[in-house]
Antibody, heavy 118, light 107 residues
Framework: EVQLVESGGGLVQPGGSLRLSCAAS????????MNWVRQAPGKGLEWVAI????????YYVDSVKGRFTISRDNAKNSLYLQMNSLRAEDTAVYYC???????????WGQGTLVTVSS | DIQMTQSPSTLSASVGDRVTITCRAS??????LAWYQQKPGKAPKLLIY???RLESGVPSRFSGSGSGTEFTLTISGLQPDDFATYYC?????????FGQGTKVEIK
């Protein structure tokens, strides 16, 4: 069974940093592109970042470029999102999402809530 | 960036109804379009990918059509479990973008 379990969310002050982790199991992690997608409270979905199977290619939504870094450790079956210079508008549930062939999103984690507030 | 616009934003329907949701892209996404269902407090679930391909395990009452800039999600015979919010998403070019969502409510 495919499982994606996020962790690392919490309350952080504006300008602070946080590192999210996603533990993957039930599939060959190194075969898949992986993503982070977020959802602000009561709002719609926003794609944040993607990484290729070996981590050699990454893309980001403009609003997080230069502040967020997506990375992965295939030996640990783990995906990460390093978030720096956090802003109130980054407050959201962050989902770890699998992406077959670099296309649509077929499996989602349960999400981890990040709250940026003083 | 490609803008995705869904209509309607809210839809009131009864069990058994045929429901259609439209998604329009600001430029062609060819067939690189997916549909997701989300229930309150839960992660989204993939229903349709590549515009019309039904994800494994998804009931056949869900269907998708369209190409280029106009797409539809149809639910043929709405079931109680289908009351939820639906999102379209393009994966033709980065940044990948979602529609604003369509909430299907009980009439």
């Amino acid at each position: 069974e495919v499982q994606l379990v996020e962790s690392g969310g919490g309350l952080v002050q504006p300008g602070g940093s946080l590192r999210l982790s996603c533990a993957a199991s039930g599939f060959t992690f190194s075969d898949y592109w992986m993503n982070w997608v977020r959802q602000a409270p009561g709002k719609g979905l926003e794609w944040v970042a993607i990484t290729k199977q070996d981590g050699s290619v990454t893309y980001y939504v403009d609003s997080v470029k230069g502040r967020f870094t997506i990375s992965r450790d295939n030996a640990k079956n783990s995906l990460y999102l390093q978030m720096n210079s956090l802003r109130a508008e980054d407050t959201a549930v962050y989902y770890c999402v699998r992406c077959p062939r670099g296309e649509h999103f077929d499996y989602w984690g349960q999400g981890t809530l990040v709250t940026v507030s003083s | 960036d490609i803008q995705m616009t869904q209509s309607p934003s809210t839809l009131s329907a009864s069990v058994g109804d045929r429901v259609t949701i439209t998604c329009r892209a600001s430029q062609s996404v060819v067939s690189w379009l997916a549909w997701y269902q989300q229930k309150p407090g839960k992660a989204p679930k993939l229903l349709i990918y590549k515009a019309s391909r039904l994800e494994s395990g998804v009931p056949s009452r869900f269907s998708g059509s369209g190409s280029g800039t106009e797409f539809t999600l149809t639910i043929s015979g709405l079931q109680p479990d289908d009351f939820a919010t639906y999102y379209c998403q393009q994966y033709s070019s980065y940044p990948w973008t979602f529609g604003q969502g369509t909430k299907v409510e009980i009439k």
